[in-house]
């Protein structure tokens, strides 16, 4: 945590110079990962390094969970990385850890903590973490005792409006930052929920998807009708920033690191290895669509799959190898199988958006946007800009102080379409009969990555004692 301080208050050092001469800030928007484990203890200092939600150590508490029946309970479906299950983890292995800590934060809030010297957090942090009522947007000791995990209701921080001033920089920070002392900082909001405000989706028509760590996908819709759908395919429902609205989600586990994966691990590295590379993509682009019959599942995180479908002992997998691939095919079938697993996540969404809008990384790769385009069945569009959730934190910041008179008002003023790709007909129908394959092959591994599992839990614990 305090590493992760160091690098936000070198990288606003940075931003401060180099805009020197070109205007003045009038407030600070703030966003961040989710989820997670964030612990202070009662000097407001770090009780350890902070736990990211990607870790896999709490598999078998959601699955306890699942097979309670209570994962849902929030209106969001708990997942293996929210400081709930972490919580539960340091209860049952390390009770000294919640002892210590007299605050569970998110990294947003303790970047704000760090700014403004105060504690808060909002609607959409605590939502997605599965802490609040998702349709109250208030704290329930009610949902908490289904959990066991009444204790830290009173280790959460106080919860403000995301678009709420919550303090000024503080005459420590603005020597760490070079920031004025005394610029307002906005309460802010989770990364998914600021993307969506950056990449302008206002109504269900348009749909955001963040290709990044997780390829999360997301549908802004004004009620809270599908706070109570059923069955182990239902999407989350998580608070947006403002009160009136709400997010309709599926979150993958992995979206990026498959490509990052496979091109750091298993590609040559006397090549330039990215997909930025030109050479690279005219190579993927010869391959034809569909990969030559090879399926790539990206399951590829620790804590299995959440979205659609929970399963934590889900696994990466290749499907369909021949002597006659190249490693492009493989690369390819890497891309595709993200494609998939976002068609699967819109397959199983109660509203059918007619375009989405892409953000993250992997909105920068022409080439695989248009693969998303083919695979969905749906326009992509992609915005200006580079960092989409902090596009949406200063849109916040601004309507936070009235320089835009609403959040509405900030989008259409600042959010411009850039590209915008259309499905290619023979295309989108190899993908839909792909899809078909993906999803029967999904179902012929269920029990088998349960047994996988076992398999690795047996014997790399005799390896560990041999």
Not at 4 to 28: L, M, P, Q, Y
Not at 363 to 391: H, L, M, R
């Amino acid at each position: 945590m305090v590493v992760s301080w160091r690098e936000v208050s070198a990288t606003i050092r940075d931003t401060v110079k180099s805009i020197e001469g070109k205007g003045e800030i009038k407030a600070i928007g703030v966003t961040g990962q989710g989820d997670g484990f964030w612990p202070l203890d009662k000097n407001f200092k770090p009780v350890q390094d902070a736990l990211l939600w990607i870790d896999g150590r709490t598999c078998s508490i959601i699955s306890r969970w699942d097979e309670m029946g209570i994962i849902g309970n929030s209106g969001r479906v708990v997942f293996s990385g929210s400081p709930l299950a972490y919580a539960t983890w340091y209860a049952e292995n390390k009770p000294e850890v919640l002892e210590k800590t007299q605050y569970i934060l998110f990294c947003k809030d303790w970047i704000k903590y760090c700014l403004t010297g105060e504690i808060v957090t909002d609607p959409t942090d605590l939502s997605d973490a599965s802490l609040i009522d998702v349709q109250k947007r208030a704290f329930s000791r009610a949902l908490l005792k289904d959990f066991d995990m009444e204790e830290i209701l009173e280790k959460l921080p106080p919860m403000k409006k995301s678009t709420e001033i919550i303090g000024y920089i503080t005459e420590a920070a603005s020597r760490q930052t070079g920031l004025n002392k005394g610029i307002p900082v906005v309460n802010g909001m989770i990364d998914i929920a600021a993307s969506v405000i950056g990449a302008g989706v206002i109504d269900p028509s348009v749909a955001c998807t963040i290709v990044g760590t997780t390829l999360f996908n997301e549908i802004v819709i004004d009620n809270s009708h599908f706070r109570d759908l059923k069955g182990s395919n239902r999407p989350s429902l998580i608070c947006h920033g403002t009160e009136n609205r709400w997010l309709l989600a599926f979150g993958t586990m992995t979206g990026t690191p498959n490509i990052d994966w496979f091109l750091s691990k298993l590609f040559d590295q006397s090549c330039n290895s990215s997909l930025a590379d030109k050479e690279l993509v005219q190579e993927l682009e010869r391959i034809p669509a569909g990969s030559d019959g090879i399926f790539y599942h990206p399951y590829l995180g620790e804590g299995g799959e959440r979205a659609p479908f929970f399963k934590p002992t889900a696994a990466a997998q290749f499907t369909g190898l021949k002597s006659r691939h190249s490693k492009y095919h493989l690369i390819r079938a890497v891309c595709e199988g993200v494609a998939y697993s976002m068609k699967d996540c819109y397959a199983n969404f109660p509203i059918d958006p007619k375009m989405i809008r892409i953000a993250g990384g992997g909105s920068k790769c022409d080439f695989w946007c248009q693969i998303f385009a083919n695979c969905v069945g749906k326009p992509i569009q992609v915005t200006y800009g580079d960092e989409i959730g902090a596009k949406g934190a200063a849109i916040t910041a601004a309507a936070s102080i009235g320089y835009f008179n609403s959040l509405e008002e900030g989008m259409a003023s600042m959010v411009r379409v850039a590209k915008s790709f259309d499905p290619h007909p023979m295309e989108k129908q190899i993908y839909s009969d792909g899809y078909r394959l993906y999803q029967k092959i999904v179902r012929s591994m269920w029990d088998i990555w349960d047994e996988n599992k076992n398999f690795i839990q047996k014997y790399s614990k005799n390896k560990e004692t041999t």
